[in-house]
């Protein structure tokens, strides 16, 4: 069902706000869960790079100019998409439909944090995960989001920098483009596409309400998510073993990150046999449990 903006905009007025309320809000338009999935897959890209241990303070500057760049990009996708998310039953209680910010604080905020973090990383990291960062930064928010309302193949776009946080972390231990950290950047990419179209397909509605033409919605009958998703986890198998061959893992990875893509394969095999929610929960529900395993793996056959 389509959310009345009218309602959606005013529903904590600005003259009701307390410094509490305004924090409470920023904390949610920073989208804390996202955030946290960014800060751990460059932690992970930090160890796995060089397989040697990082200073504690370069790994922490690192997190936190990066987290910083994240939050104002995330922050001013919500601007962009304010009147979309109006539109959506799972995004109307955001921060900016439902009225518990102005459009111009998020603006500022948004700007703020991003310029903060940028320069915090070019003072205390290095140029490379300055300008990589940055990049994912352009990506996301002046490319990804706007062809958002024009086109469903959008999201190889937006998993550019869905994926740059293994490049980000690499780039902090001074090896930016290593094998290791562009295996790992590939990994995220390719993990992607099934976990996108399951969402995809699950909010199909509220999509299509919204404007967004992500492939469920260009393509009702599901044929278009589910090629994707299957497409995605097939070359995610073979790319999955890349460390490998660099000699920076052994065989208990390989055997590990084999049995989760052959897992994650089969969902998107049977979410392309049978479009469902159900087969789509279940494959969303997957591709939330391969990247911790994965990122276990990597980490054990590093240090072990």
Not at 168 to 175: D, K, M, P, S, T
Not at 252 to 269: F, N, P, R
Request: net charge positive; charged share 10%.
């Amino acid at each position: 069902m389509a959310i009345d903006t009218t309602t959606a905009t005013s529903t904590s007025p600005a003259s009701d706000r307390s410094l509490a309320t305004v924090l409470l809000a920023i904390w949610h338009l920073s989208r804390p869960r996202i955030v946290a999935m960014v800060a751990l897959t460059t932690l992970v890209g930090a160890l796995a790079a060089t397989g040697q241990p990082l200073p504690v303070l370069t790994l922490l500057n690192a997190l936190l100019g990066t987290t910083a760049v994240v939050v104002g990009a995330i922050a001013l996708n919500q601007r962009i998409e304010h009147l979309s998310d109006c539109r959506m039953l799972r995004t109307a209680g955001r921060p900016l439909p439902s009225g518990q910010l102005r459009d111009r604080e998020v603006t500022w905020y948004a700007t703020a944090v991003t310029a903060f973090g940028l320069v915090y990383l070019a003072t205390t990291v290095n140029l490379p995960i300055t300008l990589l960062t940055a990049l994912s930064w352009l990506i996301y928010v002046w490319v990804y989001t706007p062809l958002k309302v024009f086109t469903a193949w959008q999201t190889p776009i937006g998993a550019i920098p869905g994926a740059m946080p293994a490049l980000l972390g690499a780039a902090a231990a001074g090896a930016a483009f290593s094998l290791n950290g562009l295996a790992l950047f590939a990994v995220v990419y390719f993990w992607q596409f099934p976990h996108a179209m399951a969402i995809a397909w699950l909010y199909r509605k509220q999509f299509a309400e919204a404007g967004l033409k992500v492939a469920s919605v260009t393509d009702p009958t599901g044929r278009t998510a589910t090629t994707i998703a299957v497409v995605g986890a097939a070359v995610l198998l073979p790319v999955s073993l890349l460390p490998l061959f660099a000699a920076a893992v052994g065989w208990g990875y390989a055997l590990t990150t084999t049995a989760a893509g052959i897992a994650y394969l089969a969902g998107s095999i049977a979410f392309l046999r049978a479009p469902t929610d159900r087969t789509a929960r279940t494959l969303l529900r997957v591709s939330l449990v391969y990247l911790p395993v994965v990122f276990a793996a990597v980490l054990l056959a590093v240090f072990l």
